[in-house]
């Protein structure tokens, strides 16, 4: 026998419980789980941090590559990836392991190689995440004497471990800057 306050009887004849007595204690146990701990409200994962140190490690390590980048020193641009990175370039996704061949033979054919980056933010996500974004402007000169310039975004996740900063994902657009177009 069933009606709109209990759903039914059991095997037993006993009853269940009624519905909105359930429901009633579903909310209680919500919102005491809500209400407790050190912050009321705050969801049970949250944690405090120092999110300008963060900031300012993670600006500290955006620049560490940067110096490397510029010093085409593709071993020291390699140490900043963490082994499972990936990136996204030009719409193409990548492994850490062809990054890694990429850049050794990219920086080998360079003759010369400058880059500017600005706008640099850095989003602390936590106390072992963050995002950094900036806009880059490339002017490569290869061994062969080709010149290519180019502008665009990159966007890295950087992740702490054992209180090391390195990226774990990266997102990089290049757009041509074609030679004599005044284009900044």
């Given amino acids: 026998m069933t009606d709109a306050f209990f759903e039914g009887e059991t095997m037993e004849g006993r009853r269940r419980t009624p519905r909105p007595a359930r429901a009633l ?46 010093a085409r020193d593709a071993e020291a641009v390699i140490g900043l990836l963490w082994p499972e990175y990936e990136m996204l370039v ?16 990219f920086m080998a054919d360079l003759a010369r190689f400058h880059t500017t980056w600005t706008d640099l933010r850095v989003l602390p996500l936590s106390a072992e995440l963050a995002v950094s974004s900036f806009l880059f402007r490339d002017s490569i000169v290869s061994s062969a004497g080709e010149v290519i310039q180019s502008r665009g975004p990159t966007t890295f996740v950087w992740q ?25």
Avoid: M
């Fill in 25 to 70: 204690a579903g909310v209680a146990c919500l919102l005491s789980l809500a209400c407790s701990g050190p912050r009321a409200g705050a969801p049970p994962t949250a944690e405090r941090f120092d999110s300008a140190s963060v900031a300012a490690e993670v600006t500290a390590a955006v620049w560490a590559f940067h110096a490397a980048d510029t």
């Fill in 90 to 105: 030009d719409g193409q996704r990548t492994t850490f392991d062809e990054v890694a061949a990429g850049s050794r033979a």
């Fill in 160 to 184: 702490r471990r054992n209180g090391a900063w390195r990226v774990r994902f990266g997102d990089a657009d290049h757009y041509p800057i074609p030679q004599g177009s005044g284009v900044r």
